[in-house]
């Protein structure tokens, strides 16, 4: 009933950029999205928390991407945008897109992208 789908990643080398977009594609109605954020996994590493952005436009970032990395939303496109800049190898992993959306039935949806992979080459 909601699905995620995810573009953008790729190989970049040290110093670049990326810009990941997570559009919602859902069957049902949506009564407002709670919050959409990305996450990543690096190769033996546990997932972790990237950036998140609330309803209210509200975003909190991990240490270790504050002033590198953008997250923003287009309401309109139901759309969220994960802007990357000043990559490193340490930003090499699979980053993988989640919302939480209340339906207009009030039912709610924690929804997963299936993850894109990001390269950093150093």
């Known amino acids: 009933q909601v699905q995620l789908v995810e573009s953008g990643g790729g190989l970049v080398q040290a110093g670049g950029s990326l810009r990941l977009s997570c559009a919602i594609s859902?069957?049902?109605?949506?009564?407002?999205?709670?919050?959409m954020g990305w996450y990543r996994q690096a190769p033996g590493k546990q997932r972790e928390l990237v950036a998140i952005?609330?309803?209210?436009?509200?975003?909190n970032y991990a240490d270790s991407v504050k002033d590198r990395f953008t997250i923003s939303r287009d309401n309109a496109k139901n759309t969220v945008y994960l802007q990357m800049n000043s990559l490193n190898a340490e930003d090499t992993g699979v980053y993988s897109c989640?919302?939480?959306?209340?339906?207009?039935?009030?039912?709610?949806?924690?929804?997963w992208g299936q993850g894109t992979q990001v390269t950093v080459s150093s």
């Open positions: 952005i609330r309803s209210g436009n509200s975003a």
């Open positions: 989640n919302v939480f959306i209340t339906a207009l039935n009030y039912n709610q949806y924690d929804s």
């Open positions: 859902a069957s049902i109605i949506i009564r407002s999205i709670n919050h």
